[in-house]
């Protein structure tokens, strides 16, 4: 099948009845294997939504199947034939699998947002490290039997870049505050450095011991990074919590003058006071994660009497 042909539109929409497996897809946790670079370039002749026969347009982007927030551009007042010429990036776990999903809508001021129309393209249309643009006709739903699905909805020009992660890890020669570095000639991007500098950092709290805390004992971690929480459950009434639960940063170049906050919190179940108090933390330079690749160690928390808190960290550069 000649899918560049299918995705600048025909009748049948065949696109999207090979996609309804991706809609359905629930994404299993996997590691990332690269950076999808996203490029909302323009529409054209898009749907009059408003009154005035005019629409606010802006497009949302997400991995289908995902529950992850979307990834929005911004809205371009009173235009059928928007230039956007926005970048973004996701993490792919899987390029065989996932479909990357569009949703055009319409802005409104007062009440929700009338969607425009959609289209989905799985990555497994993309070459690595190759940019390819799409023209997409903009559709209602992915059901290819909705007599609306003919009608004329406007079209969207994408450009997408899958670039994948290296297999050899980036590490630092010398001095990690000197920034020197070293790389694999077999590593090296044809499209750039631009593309290569981006990375993921992952962070996987897996365990603590012996966290007691003066007044309950339900303990969780919560990450702080640039300005981003994250947290794991709770587990209630627990001085050994097994978390295992895996935390993705996506960065524009490798973190190394930086440090992460990783805290253990215990939060009283009820309305109480003294809901929520510290069980202890720890910082991390991240110099030491770019420099090794990896880091997979127990470290003591600091405020705490005895405990520990087991953390594996990674960095992986496209």
Known sequence: MNYNAVIRGTANLPLLSISQDFLKLQVAAKKPVGILHVKIVRAARLLKKDILGTSDPYVKLSFSGERLPPKRTSVIMNNLNPEW???FKLIVTDLQLQALEFQVYDWDKVGGHDR?????????????????????????????NDPQNRKRRGKLVV???????????????????????KESAGSRMSNGDALGRAGVLLVMIQAAEDVEGKHHNNPYASIRFRGEKRKTKMMKKARDPIWNEEFQFMLEEPPLH????????????????????????VEINLGDVVHNGRLNHEYHLIDSKNGKIHVELSWKMA
């Open 116 to 144: 425009i129309g959609m289209q989905l393209i799985p990555l497994k249309l993309l070459t690595p490290n190759e940019t390819k643009e799409f023209t997409l006709d903009l559709v209602k739903n992915t059901n290819v």
């Open 85 to 87: 010429n926005e970048k």
């Open 258 to 281: 930086e440090k992460i906050h990783i805290e253990v919190l215990s939060k009283r179940t009820g309305i109480r006071l003294r809901s929520k108090e510290s069980l202890g933390y």
């Open 159 to 181: 450009e997408l870049t899958y670039v994948h992660f290296k297999t050899d890890s980036f590490k630092l020669t010398g001095n990690v505050n000197g920034c020197e570095s």
